[in-house]
């Protein structure tokens, strides 16, 4: 599929409906209607079944839905592409930004009257050694000179107005250091619960100019045939219209101690000084639902990994036009390992892949190469191609004193890292009868 071309032409556009409908009828949803406590309950209550979305319907007011995108399988069904398509359909939406469609009329949630208390929220204590609740699924909409951008942070509610967020060094925290240059607090809304083409662009690392918001409008028109409809809030920041809960509020000048919090990799991410978030207005739809993700489990591998892979796939694709898939794995906490099946049309293009996946992502720790006929979402066929077509002497290449990720805590001092490359692609012209897998036909 083209890039100009929206959609498949034999597929309708896509019905767009509230998260509540949307859950009541999805039959993968697991429903806990019961009490539970918010302090490590909701966490026990998602381990019972993290492949599925848990929809808590026990809390007054407010219902809370865990692991809502637990899989690759669930966003390829809701984007309406294959599995192995992601990639691709977000490569479309990040290299064709498009505007969204800002309407005039009230949005569909409204602020809340009286004092802003975030603790009235059901907001869950994660895992034991966490430093206290967190709100996880949590996209930052900010404005700064001009320039609009999403991103994923995680925010302690420390307090009834906020408490401090986990800054990464990208690019909201540039925002903040630049206007607390200045001596300005950064106005910010805070998005819970959007639709999905929203969640993903805000996950999208790409250029400090791109705004993301452009790039969730162009995945939405993709699906449904027209923009992303999007209000205006103050300070022109812009949300999208089908939001769930928007907490509108400032990146204050003060830093305070943050974490410790469980991150991707299950461990805890260590207590750092970060910004203070402090919280003016608290609005929501009728009947709320605020998701959230789940440390370390699998809505938070398929938001953290899947915006990443058409990255990689770009930079593999500018060496190695024959590449056909790339997937962020599970085991590695789809951060820190991948693998990338290529139709070989050069001898080197094995290696040239490997170095291409490591320029498209700078965390990348290892990178499997295999050839088209092995099935990568499969790790025990990806092994097997290690077993069977692997050799070391020739296949494996490192990268010594190379920058990983500040995440692998066998890292050295400012994240030094050994990166590796194992090609398994057979050489070219070898006969491939010894190393080809019988596929047994399927009975008809
Ligand atoms: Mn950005």
Not at 20 to 41: I, M
Not at 190 to 198: D, Y
Not at 388 to 405: H, K
């Amino acid at each position: 599929m083209g890039p100009g071309n929206p959609r498949p032409t034999d597929a309708p556009p896509a019905e767009v409906v509230p998260l509540a409908r949307y859950l009541e009828s999805d039959p993968e949803v697991r429903r806990v209607p019961g009490p539970v406590d918010l302090h490590l309950g909701v966490t026990r209550e998602i381990l019972e079944d993290p492949r599925r979305p848990t929809w808590f319907t026990g809390f007054p007011g407010c219902t809370l839905v865990g692991n809502l995108w637990s899989s690759r399988a669930r966003v390829a069904r809701a984007l309406g592409v294959a599995p192995e398509g992601i990639p691709d359909r977000l490569l479309e939406g990040i290299e064709h930004p498009e505007p969204p469609e800002v309407g005039e009329g009230p949005a569909p949630f409204h602020p809340l009257p009286g004092p802003v208390d975030l603790t009235k929220l059901p907001v869950p204590h994660f895992y034991p050694r966490d430093a206290g609740p967190y709100l996880t699924a949590a996209v930052f909409s900010a404005r700064w000179k001009g320039k609009q951008n999403l991103s994923f942070h995680r925010l302690w509610v420390k307090g009834p107005t906020g408490g401090p967020v986990r800054l990464v060094p990208r690019h909201l925290d540039r925002m903040v250091r630049e206007s607390r240059a200045e001596g300005v607090e950064l106005p910010v809304a805070i998005v819970l619960g959007a639709p999905l083409e929203f969640t993903l662009a805000a996950a999208v690392s790409t250029d400090y100019a791109v705004d993301e918001l452009e790039i969730a409008s162009s995945l939405y028109r993709r699906r449904t045939g027209r923009p992303l409809p999007a209000v205006r809030l103050a300070h022109d920041l812009l949300v999208p219209r089908d939001s769930e809960i928007v907490l509108e509020g400032r990146v204050t000048l003060r830093d305070e101690a943050e974490g410790p919090f469980l991150d991707v990799l299950g461990t805890y991410d260590p207590v750092r000084s970060q910004p203070v978030v402090e919280i003016d207005r608290v609005s929501t739809v009728d009947h709320p639902v605020l998701p959230v993700t789940l440390a370390g489990t699998g809505e938070h591998y398929v938001l953290m990994g899947l915006p990443r892979e058409p990255v990689i796939l770009r930079s593999v694709r500018s060496l190695v036009p024959g590449v056909r898939a790339v997937r962020l794995t599970e085991g590695g906490a789809a951060w820190l390992h991948s693998v990338v099946s290529i139709e070989k049309r050069r001898e080197g293009d094995g290696k040239n892949a490997a170095l291409a996946a490591f320029a498209g992502h700078g965390s990348l720790k290892r990178v499997v190469v295999v050839d088209s006929d092995i099935d990568i979402f499969n790790d025990e066929e990806v092994e097997w191609a290690l077993a069977t077509r692997f050799q070391a002497d020739r296949g494996l290449f490192l990268v010594p004193g190379a920058t990983g990720s500040s995440l692998d805590p066998s890292a050295g001092k400012d994240n030094v890292t050994t990166k590796w490359a194992l090609d398994a692609t057979l050489p070219l012209g070898v006969d491939r009868r010894p190393f080809e897998r019988e596929r047994f036909p399927k009975a008809p």
